[in-house]
């Protein structure tokens, strides 16, 4: 993997956790993700538009694979908020981003692609680390725990779907800047998320709770707007330089940086256990960092 993917990985990475801290703090959290996904699509317009005039829109199937994308963006934002209405961030966010194993599945299965040894052990080794940052106390019944929040816990159960969702939309998404230029593509995706989302949004949520949750958060949700779309334009750039399994594996280097913040900054519980199995992560991140 080269340096410029590295670089970009880790920053999206980095945005990605400060978005999903900003997401856990906020009172109403999926009118909070449809009002930063608002801003987003408003910020980067004129952006969209140049790329628009200098490449025009690719082809009619890309354009398509970016509805396909926006509609399973926009299950991932409920799913997402969802998770946060009663899970920790250090909780639920290593469940979201442990996608790397699926990835790899779908990436070898529908992409073909051919993944090294030792890509393969850093997968393993983050999808471990991911594992083992759920675990409450060093036990047998402490081991097996994780595996019974799925079938109890609302925001477990959120967060494997919006595990679920990450790993097919960035499949869709790998084959989509084939087809369509990535700064293009981010934006087909947000406005089709959009669409779909908000229908969703304007059902279940009063204005009166949009405008409020504007009001109490609207800096936050202005920096969110930015990295929403910023964020994930980083990864698309990389994916069309690097195979996305490797891709997705080093940028599950955000749930380091969100055990941080969530153990640090909204003091939640089980810091020891789980800032042990980030270096699990990290060391799974750098193995996929030098896979060829």
Do not use: C
């Amino acid at each position: 993997m080269n340096l410029l993917v590295i670089f970009l990985v880790l920053l999206s990475a980095l945005i990605h956790a400060l978005r999903n801290f900003y997401t856990k703090k906020a009172n109403d959290k999926i009118v909070f993700i449809w009002l930063y996904e608002l801003v987003g699509t408003v910020i980067f317009l004129p952006v969209f538009v140049y790329y628009l005039l200098q490449n025009g829109t690719g082809s009619f199937f890309g354009i398509a694979i970016g509805a396909v994308s926006g509609l399973l963006h926009a299950l991932y934002w409920i799913f997402h908020g969802k998770a946060y209405e009663t899970g920790d961030l250090s909780h639920v966010y290593p469940i979201m981003r442990s996608a790397p194993a699926l990835v790899l599945l779908f990436a070898v299965i529908f992409l073909n692609e051919q993944v090294s040894l030792i890509g393969v052990i850093g997968i393993l080794v983050v999808a471990m680390g991911v594992y083992t940052i759920n675990i409450k106390k060093i036990s047998f019944s402490g081991l097996i725990e994780p595996l019974k929040h799925i079938f109890k816990e609302k925001g477990t159960q959120f967060a494997f779907l919006t595990l679920i969702s990450v790993a097919v939309y960035s499949i869709v998404d790998k084959i989509g800047v084939g087809f369509v230029h990535p700064i293009l593509f981010t934006y087909f995706y947000t406005f089709f998320g959009f669409f779909f989302f908000t229908p969703y949004i304007l059902y279940i949520s009063k204005k009166s709770a949009i405008l409020k949750e504007w009001a109490v958060n609207k800096k936050s949700v202005l920096i969110n707007g930015f990295f929403a779309t910023f964020g994930y334009m980083l990864i698309l750039i990389a994916l069309t330089l690097e195979k996305v399994s490797y891709v997705t594996g080093l940028r599950q280097v955000s749930v380091v940086i969100a055990v941080l913040l969530g153990g640090h900054i909204l003091k939640e519980k089980h810091k020891l256990i789980r800032s042990g199995a980030s270096f699990l992560i990290f060391i799974g991140a750098f193995l996929i960092s030098i896979a060829k």
